[in-house]
């Protein structure tokens, strides 16, 4: 039985059970004071391969407990009881990741949901956001003489914001109109403000709590105010007020419990930042949902309705900052036209907390100042930087600061000019540090020189220079050493740079991990790199803890997430594709939070609460990204894509100038078997990690099978831990893979009737397109492997569909923005582990 199967055949999904746990403002730095209820299931991340996701999904079946994610669930007010038996029982799940303490605990209701009689199609242009009226009666009347009037007596533009929010928000859950009132009007108030701009909650005895908060923290909390049972949202800042307004609102569109209603919350990492690739033309870089939201033509005059819904919803989980501009950059950014298109976006984004930053072009001096040289070292240059901040300063007070791609890929750098890439950075931040701004510098570099092996090139640039860069810059490094792979090992850069602020550079726009179409969930990604641990100061050293700033004591932190946003109505490309949007930020906010149970966050807001909905669709997508890797680049192969639009399988290219830009240089498939040889015989690139970690990935017997190739160059018919040979597991994996999608559609079909006929068609086209491509990568790939394996199709699995050449012949996709592959679309993808 395949976990899909046990998903499906689990009795949660019985209408009337509810009671899945979940974590929704739950996480270790988001607290709440519930009953407590421990979780021990929690469902795999994906790092163990297929066995330990089946393993982990099956506990969502398994009774309750594996949704719970992890040890220290916590239950609110009536629900207490109830969480303390769902959240015990993890089965199988439990030996897998979960969550880690604090995650878990109970939202929903124990009520039935009822079989929606009218629903409306949606097109996902809501998000995350939708408020609807929440269908279950005892709820529902709970929530209404709860909420019945916001309370706000004074504040700027952030509590307006907050308080639009909660109106809009409380009266669309309760279906009634909550009204905002300058003072108390009876039950069921939500005070909101600070002890600065509310004299009702500087009356509260709330001081040393919101002193523990820091600038963006918030308290939710239930209390009395005049005789009166009300909510206060409070915070130190009103940015902070705002952030608690979405925690409330996240907490109550989840169906969570409210008595006794106490919530807290405070962001452990600094700058929150979305990366967006966009171009002046209105193209993105590496993006699949339209053009770019920014429209450069019409702005400043023109602003659009979306750029308020974009800030809304980046502020509801957490991010605090926009980089507009690709990093492949253009000085034209930096001239007056178009600081002055920035300000008026950052004019939009100011009440919701965002700060607007700008990549910068280092040769801009040149291309827009007219002087002869970028060089750091010439005063000239170091006066034009100087200027040009002084000039964007004074039209955005609170500009963020610049993102910077040097020497990689054809941009410019220091490295023209023999300097550093801390020469050129300290240029930069000595530019804006006067004006508080920061610098991010990536080490992300791809020369042009012959390498042994490409990954290693970040970190010999970049690691020596540790302790020379200047107070206000961060390096910022890939999750992988790599580029973005559906999986790579961490960055050995993590860790290794002691003196320097790091920011990790996430992906969330899915450019290698099947674009727009795939339901590939990165959460589990995400928590994978942010639970590595370097070991680079003993165990307990994970990569959450270098850029959280505790390991290294660094005070200035950072993460990035490369945008998936663009025109699209959905934003993202695909419904699920906003998840990962979500997900972002909501780990941005907290790294310790578990995947699973902000998957359950985002299924309870964006899809429905019905737990005949929330087990099956978290189920999918906890699985999603183990199951992308496996039809792709199964037990740590990687790079295999189609040149340039990396969408597609190419595993066979082995023609493009640069040996590093072909796939072959990556599996290297010979006669003898397949994967790159990184350890001490080979390029050795595990002596760039702490030695524990290092020794763990050369030595056969300790690397994961999900890094083995990634690592080592296996025979064809060696043993692995499976028992099976590398063939056959190879074999095993790409199918299963394909017939995992399947799964996936079954599942999906499962839910019909309880979400809209829009989205749900929409997800069903684009999981059938997800099968077909699914079983076109596993047959190209294994036709091509076979042909140095020289081993047929074991037993029991299906051969490829079309010969090698068919594939290698292929000439999609016509649209790089919106890839597709219609000749694939044949015949049936499954089986392909046959029955
Ligand atoms: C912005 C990969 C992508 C490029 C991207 C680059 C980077 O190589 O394919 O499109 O360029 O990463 O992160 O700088």
Redesign the pocket.
């Known amino acids: 039985m395949t976990y899909f199967e046990r998903v499906l055949r689990t009795p949660l999904l019985r209408p009337g059970l509810i009671c899945l746990a979940v974590s929704s403002a739950c996480g270790s730095n988001e607290h709440s004071s519930r009953g407590s209820g421990a979780g021990a299931g929690g469902i795999a991340s994906g790092a163990g391969g297929i066995a330990s996701v089946a393993g982990g999904v099956a506990s969502v079946a398994g009774g309750g407990g594996g949704l719970s994610g992890g040890t220290g669930g916590t239950a609110t007010g009536t629900t207490a009881g109830t969480a303390a038996v769902n959240a015990g029982a993890g089965g199988a799940g439990a030996a897998a990741t979960s969550g880690g303490p604090g995650i878990g605990g109970v939202s929903g209701t124990e009520e039935t949901y009822p079989v929606p009689t009218a629903l409306p199609d949606e097109t996902g242009a809501d998000l995350w956001l939708r408020y609807p009226k929440v269908p279950v009666p005892g709820r529902l009347a709970q929530y209404q003489a709860a909420f019945t009037h916001v309370v706000s007596s004074g504040g700027g533009p952030s509590t307006q914001a907050a308080t639009e929010e909660l109106v809009q928000g409380l009266s669309g859950l309760t279906g009634t109109s909550v009204m905002l009132a300058a003072a108390v009007q009876g039950a069921g108030a939500v005070v909101v403000g600070t002890p600065t701009t509310s004299t009702l909650i500087a009356g509260l005895p709330l001081a040393s709590e919101l002193a523990a908060l820091g600038s963006d923290g918030y308290l939710v909390r239930a209390t009395e105010l005049q005789g009166q049972s009300v909510i206060a949202v409070a915070a130190n800042t009103e940015v902070g007020v705002l952030y608690g307004s979405f925690a409330l609102l996240r907490h109550l569109a989840t169906h969570s419990a409210i008595t006794g209603l106490s919530l807290s919350g405070s962001p452990k990492i600094k700058n929150r930042l979305l990366n967006h ?1 966009d171009n002046r033309d209105g193209t993105v ?2 993006g699949y949902a339209g053009s770019s939201l920014w429209n450069w033509s019409q702005l400043p005059g023109t602003l659009s309705p979306r750029y308020k819904a974009y800030a809304r919803a980046n502020a509801s989980i957490g991010i605090n900052g926009a980089v507009l501009t ?3 950059a253009d000085a034209q950014f930096l001239t007056a036209t178009y600081i002055a298109k920035a300000k008026a976006l950052a004019d939009v984004f100011r009440p919701y907390g965002i700060k607007v930053y700008l990549s910068a072009r280092f040769s801009a001096p040149v291309e827009i100042g007219n002087l002869t040289t970028a060089d750091p070292a010439d005063a000239t240059v170091q006066k034009w930087w100087a200027d040009k901040a002084n000039e964007i300063y004074t039209a955005i007070p609170d500009f963020g600061g610049f993102l910077v ?1 040097a020497n ?2 054809g941009q410019p750098g220091p490295q023209t000019y023999n300097r550093t890439h801390a020469d050129g950075a300290n240029l930069l931040a000595k530019a804006v540090a006067s004006h508080g701004g920061i610098v991010i510098w ?1 080490a ?1 570099v ?1 020369s042009t020189a012959a390498e042994s092996d490409r990954i290693k090139q970040a970190y010999e640039e970049f690691q020596p220079l540790d302790g020379k860069f200047a107070a206000n810059v961060l390096v910022q490094v ?1 999750n992988g050493p790599l ?2 792979q559906p999986r790579e090992p961490f960055h050995p850069l993590f860790g290794a740079m002691p003196k320097t602020p790091i920011s990790l550079e996430l992906q969330i726009t899915k ?1 290698y991990l099947g674009e727009d179409t795939h339901l590939a969930y990165t959460g589990p990604l995400y928590e994978e790199v942010l639970k590595a641990d370097t070991q680079v100061n003993g165990p307990g050293s994970t990569v959450a803890r270098v850029i959280d700033g505790t390991l290294q004591k660094h005070a200035l932190t950072a993460i990035s997430g490369v945008s998936n946003i663009g025109s699209d109505t959905n934003w993202s490309g695909s419904h699920f594709n906003q998840a990962n949007w979500y997900v972002f930020g909501r780990m941005g906010w907290d790294p310790d939070l578990s995947a699973q149970a902000v998957a359950e966050e985002w299924v309870r807001q964006t899809f429905s609460n019905d737990p005949i909905v929330v087990a099956p669709v978290v189920g999918m997508m906890m699985g999603s990204r183990q199951t992308l890797v496996n039809y792709m680049e199964p037990l740590g192969l990687a790079h295999m894509m189609g040149t340039d639009h ?1 969408y597609g399988p190419a595993p066979w290219v082995s023609t493009l100038a640069q040996a590093e830009w072909n796939p072959v240089y990556y599996h290297k498939a010979d006669a003898q078997g397949l994967g790159f040889d990184r350890t001490a015989t080979g390029s050795n690139a595990v002596s760039q990690y702490a030695s524990a970690v290092g020794d763990a990935f050369a030595k056969r017997a300790t690397v994961s099978d999900d890094s083995l190739l990634f690592f080592h160059h296996v025979g064809w018919t060696e043993k692995l831990d499976t028992g099976k040979t590398l063939w056959e597991e190879l074999v095993r994996r790409y199918s299963q893979g394909v017939d995992d999608v399947g799964h996936v559609r079954e599942t999906w079909a499962t839910v019909k009737g309880r979400i809209d006929a829009k989205r749900f068609g929409e997800v069903g086209d684009f999981l059938q397109i997800q099968h077909y491509e699914a079983r076109w990568w596993r047959d190209a790939c294994l036709s091509y492997f076979a042909t140095f394996s020289k081993l047929a199709i074991p037993a029991g699995y299906a051969a490829p569909a079309n010969p090698l050449s068919y594939y290698q012949g292929l000439n999609c996709p016509a649209d790089v923005k919106k890839p597709r592959c219609p000749q694939v679309y044949t015949g049936t993808p499954s089986p392909a582990v046959l029955p």
Do not use: A, Q, T
């Open positions: 690739w870089e590496r690709n990093v492949n791609k990689s890929e990536r992300f791809y890939k580029d973005f450019e990396h």
